[in-house]
């Protein structure tokens, strides 16, 4: 109770007499562990995911990774409901082999991740990174998740329906996918006739294979900017 009355305290003076937002909360979590930067992501319903807010590009990168890849800290969080300290994300290349090639050439060397849970309910995960390994974070872990357990605070009285995320399905990371990913899924399963889970796999091997985010390559396949060969995305030779 102490630590989440404090990240209250420390959330509200940030916040100057305005509304504690989750950026506000985020951005308080990371200055107090000396992290160069967060990111929240949020499992808002079944199959649906969206990144909330973020500090910079290596925090979107960082995000976006694990989406793509379905693997990382921040799904490791949210499915085990405990934090997830990496001292150094490029000792971790057996533990998450797709996620650590993708963020190897950002600035972000160790990550803490933190569940975001209300009464034992997933509603997503923050993460904090460093652009040193080995942050020295000691007791102050304990500390800083009582600013996720704020976040997670905001998120669930904002909630239009909160029941529908208890007892969502932990079958397979990364639980879920930002609305557009599941509209460029469509697009792609009807012009290539392709189920529409088979057409977002290959969304994402594609993302994957050519350096590019999931969630931006389907923006560009939504807006018609681009649009993936068949032998790109079918059996096709």
Do not use: K, N
């Not at 409901?81 to 998450?96: I, K, S, Y």
């Not at 990550?111 to 923050?126: E, F, T």
């Not at 942050?135 to 997670?152: D, H, I, K, T, W």
Request: some cysteine; hydrophobic content about 45%.
């Amino acid at each position: 109770m102490e630590h989440r009355e404090r990240a209250w305290r420390l959330a509200a003076a940030a916040a100057r007499g305005g509304p504690v937002s989750l950026e506000v909360v985020c951005s308080v979590a990371a200055a107090r562990v000396g992290a160069e930067g967060y990111g929240l992501t949020l499992v808002c319903g079944p199959g649906l995911r969206e990144l909330a807010c973020a500090s910079d590009e290596v925090a979107v990168l960082v995000e976006e990774a694990q989406l793509t890849v379905g693997q990382g800290p921040c799904a490791d969080a949210y499915a085990g409901l405990e934090p997830v300290l990496v001292p150094d994300l490029r000792a971790e290349g057996e533990r998450w082999p797709g996620f650590v090639p993708l963020v190897a050439s950002a600035r972000a060397r160790a990550l803490l991740a933190l569940p975001v849970q209300a009464s034992g309910v997933r509603l997503g995960a923050l993460d904090l990174y460093w652009c040193v390994p080995g942050p020295p974070l000691g007791e102050l872990v304990g500390e800083v998740a009582a600013f996720a357990e704020l976040a997670a605070d905001l998120v669930f009285r904002a909630h239009p329906d909160p029941s529908v995320l208890a007892g969502l399905s932990l079958d397979e990371p990364p639980y879920g996918f930002p609305a557009v990913v599941h509209q460029a899924s469509g697009m792609l399963a009807a012009r290539f006739d392709l189920e529409v889970a088979e057409a977002r796999v290959r969304l994402r091997a594609y993302a994957y294979l050519h350096g590019r985010s999931v969630s931006e390559l389907a923006r560009e396949i939504v807006s018609r900017r681009r649009m993936p060969r068949a032998p790109e995305m079918t059996d096709e030779s």
